[in-house]
């Protein structure tokens, strides 16, 4: 859209060259520059934010809560108190989360003044959505994903609740960023600040682990070959000192029964996982009418392993189960369809576009064969797709949440390839009916 209004005022000058000092100058100013479009969607993003927090407590309503956001505060106020990590899994895998809540409890003092830093810091986190989309695709794209960004409720539901969501998504984004820029540019500092935030991106929450894993894919992925064989002969000791060391204190902790609490924790959670939610045939964390009820095979036959003789033996069930999970990620939307009223065709389309548009811009990534360097975007949503299939997909959508701006990222890249020729055969248009009424038809 942005290039289209370069063509065409390069045509107007052509045209009128008596203008062509003014529209450059128009051009340069505003049309060129990243902040005009950036500040108004930065505004427009802390101000929905803000505003929703403010919004609550002025009709009445107390800020969202549940039983993890209690145990997460707990568990900051006993740190407070006596600094002391547990060895539960929620302990170890959530640390990184669960020492900022922790600090900025110290800090703030109050939940309530956490939550409004968390909607600032979501607010201001479209700054890195439009970096990131402008560094992959173009201006345009990232105007269209900031603007999805700045108007989405889930973003801003999940700001007002106290948990790991909101600011893992910021972290996330700060993450991507920096490592977009470590590639663009020979500077050290991004290349240290991508590390770091990669460091902690692990150690953030438990999906973390499995985003970092295709952080390190997409390196792989884009990475030259030279690059490598060079990497690895500077730092191949370097390495194995690191992959010996972190065995050997893994054997030492396991020898010690030190990780027994860590390994008994995981193992009770995944046992609620299979014979709560997979058994029940749940596509959700709650019944569903579309669930696929079975009656499963609890025989531990397979290594002695709950977990592997669980989806061994029930296989072909779980897999219908994922495939109706597969269909539910894309929203609830697609079991509520109704085509036989008008408003119901209103709300299936109102729907379907953006579906439509994020498949049409991973196919135009393709074609265009920009995939490969900007599948980081693609990536961090396979992520969020596959913790969904796995485990289940919670009622508010709150697992695919830090998906959400690469998603409004593909979106918009979409909505570009489809709306510019469109646009160019507009300015033609308007172009041509300007040179018939300035006089120079036959």
Known sequence: ???????????????????????????????NNDYVYLFPLLFISVKTRVQYFYYLPAIGQPYPNSLDTQWYLNYARSMLEHFQIGKDMNDILYIGYNLLLTLLLAIFKTPERILLVQGIIAGLSLFFVYKIASMLFNRTTAVIACYSYAYSWKITLWSVYLLSDSLFISLLLVCVYFLLKSKQTPKRRYKVLFVLSFIYLLVFRPMGIVTGFFIVVYLLICMPKAFWVKFWRIYVWGLVAVLAAGIGAFVYLLSGNSLDPLIASMQFNAKKVLYNIYANGWIYDTPNAFDHPFRPNYEINILNSLILSFIINNWAD????YLKRAIAFIGPWVWLTNLHTWEGIRLFFHHLLPTFFFFMGTLFAIWNRVFRQSSIVWLNIFTVFIFCIVFFIDGLYRYKAPGLPFIYIAIGYGMDRLLRPALRNLINYAEKRLWIKSGHSQ
């Open 1 to 31: 859209m942005l290039q289209l209004s370069r063509q065409y005022l390069a045509k107007v000058s052509r045209n009128y060259p008596q203008y062509k000092d003014l529209l450059l100058r128009i051009y340069a100013k505003y049309l």
């Open 318 to 321: 779980i897999a219908v189960i």
